[in-house]
């Protein structure tokens, strides 16, 4: 158990579907993400909060919307999603983003097919 | 960030040591090296970080080679536990954005 909590752990969507994915961190951190982790390539950073405050978004399309109402919950609202969309979607957080801070503590992802 | 390179996979015999190496020709005296690991169906878990002096914790020890341009990851004793993916990252020590950035890794197997 590492403290972070995702939700729900697997999800199926079609193309026109809406749907969000939760994260809840009880650690006490003010830094959380989002990574994605399709099969056989390297876990890509998609977003990253600071205190509620977005601080990276890499290049994701609009088709993903992140939320973060407080430090310790993060959303990724889905919509109008692609089969190339489906993979692995891991929540991290830590204290903050000073790196001798940053040691991530990830959840256990949701796993997500969009047919 | 620096890159690292790390070999695809490696195999360990329960109880045994196991070192990992990594590469990072390019690193600059600001870059913490990182260690993760990849559980199957799990998140990636930390295991260690250090700049420039070999560090121990309960899980594992890392020694860093003088010039700063290889690192080793070493787990004591494997087990079977430990079979996972093992991720070195390079971290930029004065940015202040979350950008850590994960490559292929070493997959690690350990037989009984």
């Known amino acids: 158990e590492t403290g972070v909590t995702q939700t729900p752990r697997h999800l199926v969507m079609g193309m026109t579907n809406k749907k969000s994915l939760k994260c809840e961190q009880h650690?006490?951190?003010?830094?959380m993400y989002w990574y994605k982790q399709s099969a056989k390539k390297p876990l890509e950073l998609m977003f990253v909060?600071?205190?509620?405050?977005?601080?990276e978004n890499n290049s994701v399309p609009s088709r993903f919307s992140p939320e973060c109402p407080n430090s310790s919950h993060l959303f990724l609202h889905l919509h109008t999603l692609q089969p190339e969309d489906s993979a692995l979607y891991l929540c991290?957080?830590?204290?903050?983003?000073?790196?001798?801070?940053?040691?991530?503590?990830f959840g256990s992802g949701t796993q997500l097919s969009v047919l | 960030d620096a890159k690292t390179t790390q070999p695809n996979s490696m195999e360990s015999n329960e109880e045994e040591p196991v070192h990992l190496p990594c590469n990072h020709s390019t690193i600059s005296g600001t870059d913490y090296i990182h260690w993760y690991r990849q559980l199957p169906s799990q998140g990636p878990e930390y295991v260690i970080h250090g700049l420039t002096s070999n560090v121990n914790n309960r899980m594992a020890s890392l020694a860093i080679a003088e010039d700063r341009k290889s690192s080793t990851l070493i787990l004591h004793r494997a087990t079977l536990r430990d079979a996972a993916v093992y991720y070195c990252?390079?971290?930029?020590?004065?940015?202040?954005?979350?950008?850590?950035?994960f490559g292929k890794g070493t997959k690690l197997s350990v037989k009984p």
């Open positions: 650690l006490g951190h003010n830094a």
């Open positions: 990252i390079l971290r930029f020590y004065g940015g202040s954005q979350g950008n850590l950035i």
């Open positions: 991290a957080s830590s204290q903050d983003l000073r790196p001798l801070n940053e040691k991530l503590f």
């Open positions: 909060y600071n205190f509620k405050e977005q601080t």
